[in-house]
């Protein structure tokens, strides 16, 4: 809760009441006291006075008189403090204004010291003024005697180095000269190689022109040369084909007019008759023998087809070659 508001009594957390149990006064923040039901206003029934409440009465009554005895003992506390404030401010006031007095006479002893230590100073800096413009004008002087002869060096040294300059100049311009006819001849020799090699490279085109045209005309005639001889062995290699289809096929007709009822197993050599199509000893396929004949015939003829395409591949490219280097043996040099 705190304390009271009134006569400073503490007031513990727990209090039942909205009232200080010794002043007798609103506590603030309590909770209020439930409000005695109204009276019907139909009834009215007095109480007579309980001793309980005579007691509270009293207690109240020397509560009111204790709190006016504290406030009382609070003000003269108060009026008591404020005396000692009043004079603790006097006597600051007065240690502050002795104090100031006496910085005031520190001030003032530091502020003579510090001026005469700045005229001192002042003494101690015009002298050295003079002493440095004294060393100045000596320096000045010594500066002017060692420019004049500085001028009188850097004359004579510049005299000399135009003398070599110029000499240096009229030998450069001598080599330079030399230099130049030695470049003339050189260039001249120069364009005469260039003017030759030119002739000779026209001459040597000209002849690999010439050759190239030859080997492109060459290579042509042996295209078309390989082309008939292809044609031609293709031409051999069919005729050939068809006359050993012919008498493979002649051979095979009389072979079954001399078989016409029976034939032997071409792997056990068991004799079967003509219709049939498995070997009765060995199980032989009389059918799938002729297909694979025929198959055997037919990649025969494609192995032949592709080894003469390779044989004409390779002669072509070797005329390319042979072409290829006809021109590069006489290829300009530039």
């Known amino acids: 809760m705190g304390f009271c508001g009134e006569c400073g009594s503490y007031l513990a957390p727990d209090l039942q009441g909205a009232f200080c149990p010794e002043c007798g006064e609103p506590v603030p923040g309590a909770a209020p006291s439930a409000a005695p039901p109204a009276a019907p206003s139909t009834r009215h029934v007095t109480f007579a006075p309980s001793p309980g409440v005579d ?6 009554e020397e509560a ?42 520190v001030r003032s002893a530091a502020a003579e010291t510090e001026r005469r230590a700045i005229d001192a100073q002042r003494e101690e800096a015009a002298r050295r003024r003079e002493d440095a413009e004294r060393q100045a004008q000596d320096a000045r002087d010594r500066a002017e005697a060692m420019r004049l002869s500085a001028q009188t060096a850097i004359s004579d040294y510049e005299a000399q180095q135009r003398a070599a300059v110029e000499r240096e100049n009229a030998r450069r311009q001598q080599e330079l000269e030399s230099q130049r006819q030695q470049h003339l001849q050189v260039a001249q020799a120069a364009r005469e190689r260039r003017e030759e090699a030119e002739r000779q490279a026209q001459e040597k085109l000209a002849r690999a022109e010439r050759l190239r045209a030859e080997a492109q005309a060459a290579q042509e005639e042996l295209k078309k040369q390989e082309a008939k001889r292809a044609a031609k062995e293709r031409q051999r290699e069919e005729a050939r084909r068809l006359r050993e289809e012919t008498a493979r096929r002649e051979e095979n007709r009389r072979r079954a007019e001399e078989e016409a009822s029976t034939k032997n197993c071409p792997t056990c050599s068991k004799e079967c008759k003509s219709t049939a199509k498995f070997c009765m000893g060995c199980g032989f396929n009389f059918a799938k023998s002729d297909e694979d004949e025929v198959a055997r015939n037919m990649e025969a003829a494609r192995q032949r087809q592709m080894q003469a395409r ?11 070659l042979m072409a290829n280097q006809a021109a590069a043996a006489y290829q300009p040099s530039w």
């Open 64 to 105: 009111e008189k204790r709190a006016e005895s504290a406030r009382m003992h609070a003000d003269a506390s108060q009026q008591e403090a404020a005396n000692a404030i009043a004079q603790y401010e006097a006597q600051q006031r007065a240690q502050v204004e002795a104090q100031a007095a006496r910085d005031s006479e």
């Open 55 to 60: 007691a509270a009465r009293s207690s109240r």
């Open 310 to 320: 390779e044989r004409e591949q390779q002669q072509r490219n070797h005329a390319s």
